[in-house]
């Protein structure tokens, strides 16, 4: 899982363009929004989609499920885990 973990905060920096954060600046169990990074509603859709090329993954915008999963980074791997094996 922390293999998952550390590719996913690449994706977070690169497809957000996070030019002053590295991997290792993300706590992998700190928020990804408001709190933590900071991250916006615009940023979700950016990184979904993202994530949706790049492991194939399907995500509902407007689903209270698919909020828990961008909880943060642990969350996020667990959901890409879990997706991933169906």
Known sequence: ?????????????????????????????????????????????????ALQKRYGISLSADSAETRSHFASVHALAAFVASARTR
């Open 1 to 49: 899982m922390a293999l998952l973990e550390q590719e996913l905060k690449e994706i977070i920096i690169e497809t957000l363009n996070l030019e002053d954060i590295r991997p290792e600046d993300i706590d992998t169990s700190a928020a990804l929004f408001v709190d933590g990074l900071g991250l916006d509603s615009i940023d979700a859709l950016e990184l979904g989609l």
